[in-house]
């Protein structure tokens, strides 16, 4: 018996048919969803290198703003 079964009316899919998973043998789709998991992770990466740079600036200007709160509360 074969170990894997073409999909009927699915090009690039097959059936594994000792663990009943369906498989995508086109290398060309794979390909593009490798890729676009990248794309997708780079994207997630560069939203929390942002996140956290607003926050550093958030913390930084709440700090400037205590310094000179206490700057102007001493020259009263």
Do not use: F, H
Not at 7 to 34: F, K, T, W
Not at 35 to 55: A, C, F, G
Not at 61 to 67: F, P, S, T, V
């Amino acid at each position: 018996m074969t170990r894997y079964v073409k999909v009927e009316g699915v090009p690039g899919l097959v059936r594994d048919m000792e663990s009943n998973a369906l498989l995508n043998v086109n290398a060309n789709e794979i390909e593009l969803a490798q890729k676009q998991k990248r794309i997708r992770e780079q994207s997630k990466t560069n939203y929390q290198n942002l996140e956290d740079t607003v926050n550093t600036l958030q913390k930084d200007m709440c700090e400037i703003k205590k310094a000179l709160a206490l700057l102007l509360s001493r020259s009263i």
